[in-house]
């Protein structure tokens, strides 16, 4: 397939920070998707929860198979947009890199015990994870992603006006250009995000039995996706799985009808003009736009605040938020190596190890170290 003229070309790539020999057999941003999959944060990703934590059951969605899913659906509608697809995968993957055990929960704990030296942004986390936590190369820090890999991963939900500290000085010295929109391929990357989270949150919520059928048969397009699935089937969980892949494909077809449309109005001759388009170009019509909010209203009410998942939700925000606020104070208590950089208690570099300590952990490890720090039965 002959990619658009709009789409991020290799040919007239940015680079990276650190120049690289090209290769010969893959693409800039082939070999972006690869650094990513074989990072140690994308492996860690398959211990880091969602909604749920592990201990609630093993069959719901992790990080990792929330990326997987992500770059699934971005893949598909990059293909159809005529966009480059390895680029479109290697954000999808990447994205939430720098998300923290037990999801939103553990990143409110985390802010709430860093309130104090700028508290904790995932999104900036990601960068920093890409751009310097990872050391698996003897030449740099981080993974050396591409100028347009880091712009897309800073700013793939749109432009940052009042961007998080991290990414505001990683700016300073590799400008992102981070007032203007990111390239479709970043903007894709985010669309399928949101259609993942709505997908496969209605999917566990079904398995989980926080609602049921009758709960849901009323919200837009997901009712009617539901009443086609019950005529080719009574088997409940054939009736859920075909609920959702027929969810997903409508909400993909709208997207690729909206956006081909706002492409065609726009008529970009390359990259730069989708970024310096007035508005974003991947998006949904108005219609599955307010039907995907009624879905999101629908999750909120019914799953992110039903009283099993409050409870999940408090303990890890608990252990999120003494983990920072103790080891903050008492830098001393980190193991080896994060101890030697810490520096003094409430520091900013104290604040800044921590951040990196506990936003790495995954779900079961940030468990046990909360025990050994707080449980004297538990060995240090």
Known sequence: ????????????ARGR??????SDERSPFQRDRDRVVHSSAFRKLQYKTQVFVTR?????????????????????????LRLDEDLTEALALAHDLGHPPFGHAGESGLNDALKAHGGFDHNAQSLRVVSLLEHRYAA???LNLTWEALEGLAKHNGPLLDPPAYIAAFNETYNLNLTKHPSA???????????????HDLDDGLRASLFSFDDIIHLPLIGDALRRARILTGEPSRIRHEMIRTFINEVVNDATITSRALIATLNPADSDAIRNAPHPVAALSPAMAEATRDIKQFLFDNMYRHWRVNRMSHKAKIVTR??????????????????????APHSATAAETVRDYVAGMTDGYAMQEYARLTDPSVPA
């Open 1 to 12: 397939m002959t990619i658009a003229p709009y789409a991020v070309r290799r040919e007239t």
């Open 17 to 22: 920070q650190i120049a690289e020999p090209e």
């Open 56 to 80: 609630e059951g093993d069959f719901y969605r992790t990080r990792l198979t929330h990326s997987l899913e992500v770059a699934q659906i971005a893949r598909s509608i990059a293909r159809r």
């Open 140 to 142: 740099f820090n981080g």
């Open 185 to 199: 391929e970043a903007q894709v990357a985010a669309i399928a995000d949101d259609m993942a989270y709505n997908a």
């Open 322 to 343: 003494e983990l920072g606020v103790l080891l903050l104070e008492r830098p001393y208590l980190l193991p080896g190596e994060w101890r030697a950089k810490a520096g």
